[in-house]
């Protein structure tokens, strides 16, 4: 009778691959990585000599994968856009197995697209899954003679002790590879004056950002619906993404006179 217990569960092991789960915090995981370096060069790459750029921005996927799925389909229907710049919080927990569901479901987009991080996505051990499957936590990228700038935000989520937002590697960004980009988008989960951002620090923010060249607009996500603000004053616009749990997404046209857009609902 022992055998015969031991062979069935032999048996049972060898022909399941997942019959036991690791803790939901362990970073282990399959199938891509780097996923935001490799999307990077595809986009730089695809779009160097471009007059018009078209950028759907979108964030807060967490949760709502049936939504994210339409979304993703819409998207694709379009047959238009370059890229897609996802503002964060693709997790609601932090957990290796929604990091692995948000990128299945991303994948499936047509056009290579690039993920920030968002709060939800530090929760646990999710920050360390976030850097083995995208990247770092601040990144660029041009495109089209356009930087894009993308922050990490999430301050709370230090207790306010780490350099977030990091100011040199702003100060950084001002100048590096300055003979490809006359232009810059800034791109954030929590922008300024919300309960993630260190508003101690948020004049200061204000003054890094206005001192990129030609800065078109800024970018977040987190707060779960539409926003078009200048929080400043100075005439610099934040555009906020809606959650996919509400059905819509940003598009962003951009040429060399300027830029419009559009929310576009599925």
């Known amino acids: 009778m022992r055998n015969f217990v031991l062979l069935t569960l032999c048996c049972v092991l060898a022909g399941c691959d997942k019959v036991f789960d690791y803790h939901p915090y362990d970073v282990r995981f399959g199938g891509e990585t780097d996923i935001n370096s490799h999307n990077i060069e595809r986009i730089e790459e695809a779009c160097r000599d471009k007059e018009t750029l078209k950028v759907v921005f979108m964030g807060d996927t967490h949760g709502w994968y049936t939504e994210t799925k339409a979304m993703v389909n819409d998207i694709n229907r379009r047959g238009d856009v370059d890229f897609v710049l996802h503002g964060g919080d693709l997790t609601d927990c932090g957990t290796t197995d929604e990091y692995e569901w948000a990128r299945d479901i991303l994948s499936k987009l047509n056009m290579p697209y690039v993920a920030l991080i968002g709060n939800h996505d530090m929760l646990g051990t999710g920050d360390e899954v976030y850097k083995a499957m995208f990247g770092q936590m601040d990144f660029s990228f041009i495109a089209a003679g356009i930087k894009f700038v993308c922050l990490n935000t999430n301050a709370t989520e230090y207790d306010y002790i780490a350099a977030v937002p990091d100011f040199d590697y702003m100060e950084r960004q001002v100048t590096e590879n300055a003979d490809r980009f006359d232009r810059?988008?800034?791109?954030?989960?929590?922008?300024?004056?919300?309960?993630?951002?260190?508003?101690?620090?948020?004049?200061?923010?204000?003054?890094?950002v206005t001192n990129f060249p030609g800065l078109l607009f800024c970018t977040n996500a987190h707060d779960h619906h539409l926003q078009v603000d200048d929080l400043f004053g100075d005439g610099v616009i934040y555009y906020g993404t809606d959650c996919s749990a509400n059905r819509n997404y940003l598009l962003f046209t951009i040429t060399k006179e300027g830029y419009e857009y559009e929310v576009v609902y599925f």
């Open 184 to 208: 810059t988008i800034v791109c954030m989960h929590a922008r300024p004056y919300c309960e993630q951002f260190n508003n101690n620090v948020a004049k200061v923010f204000e003054y890094y």
